[in-house]
């Protein structure tokens, strides 16, 4: 439950309400916003909820106890309704400011990385991506670089100034990546991981939540609960597409799904075109309608050789054809801001 405290509470009213919460046995979480003090209490179980929101309510300084009967609350908008900001790095996910994460699928060679780290700083990305792990399909395709892929990715950073993302499939990878990255990637192949989203979130990094292809948008939120529950809320959701009967594209953007998580979460949501389109010739208009349709920021491929790539270069960004859609992209969030 969410208890919204008065303006003007003062911190003894504050504490008076977290003793109250301790004495049950629940967690918290503080908001200390300018105005307000919002706490978000955890662990009261379903039966209870309603009696004890309405002896909260009576304590000095208390607003009003919202009971959330909602299978997650951490990441719930009642909780900041105006929406959060989350970073990776120096780059901001969220309301006023939308972050583009870009580069290779996978890293494959030094060069091959340089060059696409290279390329998409000019063109203004803010986050380099690229696969050291990969979730292939096939057990006899490019399984990634691993640990040698991992150290690429942090020198690129290094060298381009950009903080990085990359996949962590178990929990032995997490430590590797979140020694080496800024942000922690969960594929959509396991985003129902609960061990892998709890190990990932007590790292305290920030953690990039990709949707199950064959998950609701529920199922996602309840997902991110599970990193929020360690107690670490920099949480980016991305929506990159989810099965359909159609196989016109390769997955079927669900810009739907992503505008309808952003009504229920106030954690930033990006999108990311490429997987969900798996092909270059899509990914320029998907990027602009999810921008134009609220999105927080994008990911996208970009191969310096798309032609040469060892894993979705058919649905790899050039270098041109990426800074083309940056400009696109930044003239259509101009208008989206000018009139929020
Ligand atoms: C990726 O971003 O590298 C990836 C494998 O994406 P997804 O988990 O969405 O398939
Ligand atoms: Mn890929």
């Not at 696109?328 to 929020?340: G, H, L, P, Y």
């Amino acid at each position: 439950m969410i208890i919204v405290m008065a303006p003007g509470a003062s911190e003894k009213q504050v504490q008076g309400v977290l003793d109250r919460l301790e004495a049950r046995g629940y967690g918290h979480h503080i908001s200390a916003g300018v105005e307000r003090t919002i706490i978000g209490a955890i662990g009261a179980n379903e039966r209870e909820k309603q009696q004890v929101a309405e002896q909260l309510s009576q304590l000095p300084g208390v607003e009003r106890v919202v009971p959330i009967l909602k299978s997650f609350k951490m990441v719930s908008r009642d909780h900041h309704p105006n929406g959060t900001i989350v970073k990776i790095g120096e780059a901001e996910f969220g309301p006023g400011h939308l972050g583009v994460i870009a580069g290779p699928c996978t890293v494959e060679t030094e060069k091959q990385l340089m060059d696409a780290a290279k390329a998409v700083k000019a063109a203004g990305a803010h986050v380099l991506r690229g696969g050291a792990f990969k979730p292939r399909s096939s057990p006899y395709d490019f399984q990634g670089l691993r640990e040698e892929g991992l150290e690429l990715l942090a020198k690129a950073g290094k060298e381009f100034g950009m903080p990085t993302i990359t996949e962590a499939m178990e929990p032995r990878q997490i430590e590797l990546v979140a020694q080496a990255c800024e942000a922690i990637q969960i594929g959509a192949r396991n985003m129902s991981n609960f061990d892998l989203l709890r190990e990932a979130g007590a790292t305290g990094r920030t953690i990039v939540l990709k949707r199950g292809f064959a998950s609701t948008v529920e199922e996602w939120l309840k997902a991110a609960e599970y990193i929020a529950t360690t107690g670490n809320l920099n949480i980016i959701l991305c929506e990159r597409g989810i099965r359909s009967f159609d196989t016109v594209t390769r997955f079927t953007l669900d810009l739907a799904g992503m505008a309808a998580a952003k009504l229920e979460t106030h954690l930033p949501i990006i999108v990311d075109p490429s997987h969900a389109t798996g092909t270059h010739k899509l990914v320029a208009p998907m990027s602009l309608a999810a921008v134009a349709g609220g999105a927080d920021g994008l990911m996208i491929e970009v191969h310096p050789h798309p032609d040469q790539a060892r894993c979705d270069g058919p649905q790899s960004l050039t270098p041109k054809r990426f800074a083309v859609l940056m400009e696109q992209i930044r003239q259509v969030s101009k208008v989206i801001e000018a009139n929020r």
